[in-house]
């Protein structure tokens, strides 16, 4: 069975910070590239065999969009909810099938990864 795990920004910046809870963390744009650059990181890791829920300033479909191709095959928003409101991820889905169809892919699943190309070990 496949393994889901849940990668958040959130635990990564106390981890290589050593932030602590008290001081609370970051979110929202601050943390999109950082957070995408983990998702490249742990889909070349753990060579696309696992889940990744891509998380960290997504607003939009474009951005939604390039932790898919850097390797998420899940997003989560919290911020982006909070700033667009609800209706965004309506937008979202209707942004994400033009750009797979822009690509030339007929599913998500066909999308992940494809930006990541899994490198020769
Ligand atoms: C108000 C708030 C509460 C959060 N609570 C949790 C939490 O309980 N556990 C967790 O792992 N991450 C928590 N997070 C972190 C989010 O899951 C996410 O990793 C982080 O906000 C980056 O995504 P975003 O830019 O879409 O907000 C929280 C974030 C916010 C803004």
Do not use: C, W
């Not at 998380?55 to 998420?72: H, L, M, P, Q, R």
């Not at 822009?102 to 020769?120: C, H, M, T, W, Y």
């Amino acid at each position: 069975m496949l393994k889901t795990y849940y990668f958040t920004i959130f635990i990564s910046f106390i981890f290589e910070n050593g932030i602590t809870f008290d001081k609370g963390a970051l979110s929202g744009l601050p943390v999109q590239r950082l957070s995408t650059n983990v998702v490249r990181h742990v889909y070349q890791r753990t060579r696309g065999k696992i889940t990744i829920i891509g998380v960290g300033g997504v607003f939009n479909a474009d951005d939604a969009y390039e932790k898919i191709t850097s390797g998420a095959n899940l997003i989560e928003m919290v911020t982006g909810m909070i700033f667009e409101g609800p209706q965004v991820i309506g937008e979202i889905n209707r942004g994400l099938v033009k750009l797979l169809k822009k690509d030339g892919f007929s599913s998500i699943e066909e999308a992940v990864g494809s930006r990541n190309p899994l490198k020769q070990v």
